[in-house]
């Protein structure tokens, strides 16, 4: 029965996240209309069979928005996150692996800036090298990688431990051998659990950031970017409600779909 | 008490955030002297002199620019531990003054939201736990995914448009009365209320799973009794320890819901700041949150040496 539940839920989390990124990668032929295309004469038209969700203060058509938008938020925020993952994993199995100064200097590293407020490195950065996405991002990359790297550090020690590892070297195994087919496939589920969290995380600093202007400048679409431009026109709430819904469905979908895997390899573990 | 492990490792801590100040405080010196026109020019601009080359070099002298930049930064860091940072180009006024009056403001809006998230994350979790397979239970756990996923600033914007707009119950915005004070900080606190009543329901049930708790049912004391007596100090720990965690996120959700609300502290200052090149105020406000948060990181780690025994002797029991 519980496992029905949880491969239900997975099911439903799954089929959420590929519809939204689907819709998102098909934007071209999903809507016909310029995302960026201002029509003063069309300010807040209603649900139409030519704007499907109407349009906002400007006349542009909120679907376009919204599909082009979500290239830009689940895109990027999905580029952050990969490269954080393989550059924190890379450098936490190594650390893990060679142990000694280099391996405490990451682990006190990880402990100071583990809590360290994000928008304070944000600013500097976007202060010295101007506002935009691809700064934001690169402020970003800065502290998430460590995480991975304290995660797989901590994985990579527990398996270095093993029997089997010792029994893999005694069969003539070189380290790198050993470390690329034998502890990176162990550690490679707990990575996944802690990658699909903390996309939840990035997509919404990410939006959260360009809400604020220091991300996606306009007038690229962004769905934090475009809750911001609702904000003037509270009376009209489709400009705010679909992008704030569209967020929320992939960041709730990431974040049970990583719990669940977790459950799954603890449980497995016992 | 207080061996030789937990000093160390409490001094251990201690340096590294120490040195985390200062990288930042580099950071934030380099950040004005990187300026897009130096600091010269820009000093010229705040006063509203003519931009003449020899008032700019003696600016230059006046300034000390000339000299190498560790001599710079050795006097600058002098100028800030005696509190001067400069005057906002946006107003004229020090630096010092504007964050003080900012931080009034975010100090009121983030301790409010710390208080939201102790109480409420007790009382939730305590239910969930307390219900733990029942409809309360599954109610609340949906609560706490709706919670952590919730972008603050839609969030901010929803709890507006239903409590300000449509039932006129509380404020739009500013910062007036403590009417004002509510729906900002709920929404600052509402992912960490999710995030600790989830932590203290598991903490709860594996506390109610020990031994010592069925020794002291089985001598009579009553299950609200041992609840409130023993379970709840005991899984009260993982919320101490965590709380640092989370501190500096607190610090940057605030950015976003000062924004929403039009809240007058820190981060709405910043952004506004970032947005009119306002130097002075932007490395104001940078090291402003760094010794604020490496400060409270280190109360807290003493906070939980202090009270956790088990702790302060490094795990060892």
Same mark, same amino acid.
């Given at each position: 029965?519980?496992?029905? /539940?949880?491969?239900?839920?997975?099911?439903?989390?799954?089929?959420?996240?590929?519809?939204?990124?689907?819709?998102?990668?098909?934007?071209?032929?999903?809507?016909?209309? +310029?995302?960026?295309?201002?029509?003063?004469?069309?300010? *807040?038209?209603?649900?139409?069979?030519?704007?499907?969700?109407?349009?906002?203060?400007?006349?542009?058509?909120?679907?376009?928005?919204?599909?082009?938008?979500?290239?830009?938020?689940? /895109?990027?925020?999905?580029?952050?996150?990969?490269?954080?993952?393989?550059?924190?994993?890379?450098?936490?199995?190594?650390?893990?692996?060679?142990?000694?100064?280099?391996?405490?200097?990451?682990?006190?590293?990880?402990?100071?800036?583990?809590? *360290?407020?994000?928008?304070?490195?944000?600013?500097?950065?976007?202060?010295?090298?101007?506002?935009?996405?691809?700064?934001?991002?690169?402020?970003?990359?800065?502290?998430?990688?460590?995480?991975?790297?304290?995660?797989?550090?901590?994985?990579?020690?527990?398996?270095?431990?093993?029997?089997?590892?010792?029994?893999?070297?005694?069969?003539?195994?070189?380290?790198?051998?050993?470390?690329?087919?034998?502890?990176?496939?162990?550690?490679?589920?707990?990575?996944?659990?802690?990658?699909?969290?903390?996309?939840?995380?990035?997509?919404?600093?990410?939006?959260?950031?360009?809400?604020?202007?220091?991300?996606?400048?306009?007038?690229?679409?962004?769905?934090?970017?475009?809750?911001? +431009?609702?904000?003037?026109?509270?009376?009209?709430?489709?400009?705010?409600?679909?992008? /704030?819904?569209?967020?929320?469905?992939?960041?709730?979908?990431?974040?049970?779909?990583?719990?669940? &895997?977790?459950?799954?390899?603890?449980?497995?573990?016992? | 008490?207080?061996?030789?492990?937990?000093?160390?490792?409490?001094?251990?801590?201690?340096?590294?955030? &120490?040195?985390?100040?200062?990288?930042?405080?580099?950071?934030? *010196?380099?950040?004005?002297?990187?300026?897009?026109?130096?600091?010269?020019?820009?000093?010229?601009?705040?006063?509203?002199?003519?931009?003449?080359?020899?008032?700019?070099?003696?600016?230059?002298?006046?300034?000390?620019?000339?000299?190498?930049?560790?001599?710079?930064?050795?006097?600058?860091?002098?100028?800030?531990?005696?509190?001067?940072?400069?005057?906002?180009?946006?107003?004229?006024?020090?630096?010092?003054?504007?964050?003080?009056?900012?931080?009034?403001?975010?100090?009121?809006?983030?301790?409010?939201?710390?208080?939201?998230?102790?109480?409420?994350?007790?009382?939730?979790?305590?239910?969930?736990?307390?219900?733990?397979?029942?409809?309360?239970?599954?109610?609340?756990?949906?609560?706490?995914?709706?919670?952590?996923?919730?972008?603050?600033?839609?969030?901010?914007?929803?709890?507006?448009?239903?409590?300000?707009?449509?039932?006129?119950?509380?404020?739009?915005?500013?910062?007036?009365?403590?009417?004002?004070?509510?729906?900002?900080?709920?929404?600052?606190?509402?992912?960490?209320?999710?995030?600790?009543?989830?932590? &203290?329901?598991?903490?709860?049930?594996?506390v109610q799973?020990s031994p010592f708790v069925l020794h002291a049912r089985s001598r009579g004391f009553s299950k609200r009794f041992v609840l409130v007596r023993h379970v709840?100090p005991n899984?009260?720990?993982?919320? *101490?320890?965590?709380?640092?965690?989370?501190?500096?996120?607190?610090?940057?959700?605030?950015?976003?819901?000062?924004?929403?609300?039009?809240?007058?502290?820190?981060?709405?200052?910043?952004? +506004?700041?970032?947005?009119?090149?306002?130097?002075?105020?932007?490395?104001?406000?940078? &090291?402003?949150?760094?010794?604020?948060?490496?400060?409270?990181?280190?109360?807290?780690?003493?906070?939980?040496?202090?009270?956790?025994?088990?702790?302060?002797?490094?795990?060892?029991?």
């Amino acid at each position: 029965m519980r496992k029905r /539940g949880r491969k239900v839920t997975a099911a439903c989390c799954a089929g959420c996240l590929t519809f939204l990124a689907a819709a998102c990668l098909l934007a071209p032929v999903l809507s016909s209309c +310029d995302p960026n295309l201002v029509n003063p004469l069309k300010k *807040f038209a209603g649900m139409s069979r030519e704007h499907p969700l109407g349009t906002d203060y400007l006349g542009r058509d909120l679907l376009a928005r919204l599909l082009w938008g979500g290239r830009n938020t689940l /895109g990027y925020a999905a580029a952050v996150t990969a490269v954080s993952a393989v550059i924190g994993t890379g450098v936490g199995m190594i650390s893990g692996f060679l142990g000694g100064a280099a391996d405490r200097l990451l682990m006190r590293g990880s402990d100071v800036l583990r809590a *360290f407020p994000g928008v304070v490195l944000v600013l500097i950065i976007v202060s010295i090298l101007g506002a935009g996405i691809g700064n934001v991002c690169i402020a970003l990359l800065l502290t998430r990688w460590i995480w991975y790297a304290r995660m797989a550090r901590n994985l990579t020690r527990e398996e270095l431990s093993r029997p089997s590892i010792l029994a893999g070297r005694l069969a003539g195994s070189g380290w790198g051998a050993i470390l690329i087919h034998h502890v990176f496939p162990a550690i490679l589920p707990q990575m996944l659990s802690v990658l699909s969290v903390d996309f939840g995380g990035a997509l919404l600093s990410i939006s959260g950031y360009s809400f604020l202007g220091l991300g996606i400048l306009p007038p690229e679409p962004e769905w934090g970017m475009m809750i911001s +431009d609702g904000r003037s026109y509270m009376d009209k709430p489709g400009m705010m409600f679909w992008p /704030g819904i569209c967020i929320l469905i992939v960041v709730i979908s990431v974040n049970v779909l990583g719990d669940l &895997l977790r459950d799954i390899l603890e449980e497995k573990r016992t | 008490m207080w061996n030789n492990f937990a000093l160390r490792q409490i001094g251990r801590q201690l340096t590294g955030l &120490l040195v985390l100040l200062f990288f930042v405080s580099v950071a934030a *010196f380099v950040l004005v002297r990187l300026l897009p026109g130096d600091a010269a020019t820009a000093y010229l601009n705040s006063i509203n002199a003519p931009l003449t080359e020899e008032a700019i070099e003696e600016v230059e002298k006046e300034l000390g620019l000339d000299a190498p930049l560790p001599v710079q930064y050795g006097k600058w860091m002098i100028q800030v531990f005696k509190g001067d940072l400069g005057f906002s180009y946006q107003t004229g006024r020090p630096v010092t003054e504007e964050l003080s009056e900012d931080l009034r403001y975010t100090g009121a809006l983030a301790l409010t939201a710390l208080g939201w998230v102790l109480v409420l994350s007790l009382i939730l979790g305590t239910f969930s736990a307390g219900h733990s397979g029942g409809a309360v239970d599954m109610m609340i756990r949906i609560f706490t995914f709706l919670g952590s996923a919730m972008p603050k600033f839609w969030l901010g914007f929803l709890a507006v448009s239903l409590f300000s707009l449509r039932w006129k119950l509380l404020p739009v915005q500013g910062a007036a009365t403590w009417k004002h004070l509510i729906l900002p900080s709920l929404t600052l606190a509402c992912s960490y209320i999710a995030t600790y009543t989830k932590l &203290l329901r598991n903490s709860i049930l594996e506390v109610q799973s020990s031994p010592f708790v069925l020794h002291a049912r089985s001598r009579g004391f009553s299950k609200r009794f041992v609840l409130v007596r023993h379970v709840i100090p005991n899984a009260m720990t993982p919320v *101490f320890t965590t709380l640092g965690l989370h501190l500096g996120g607190i610090l940057s959700g605030s950015v976003i819901v000062e924004n929403v609300f039009a809240w007058p502290g820190l981060g709405r200052m910043c952004v +506004d700041a970032v947005a009119a090149r306002n130097y002075p105020m932007i490395q104001g406000y940078i &090291l402003l949150l760094s010794v604020i948060f490496v400060t409270a990181n280190m109360l807290c780690d003493l906070a939980c040496a202090a009270f956790h025994p088990r702790l302060r002797a490094g795990g060892r029991t």
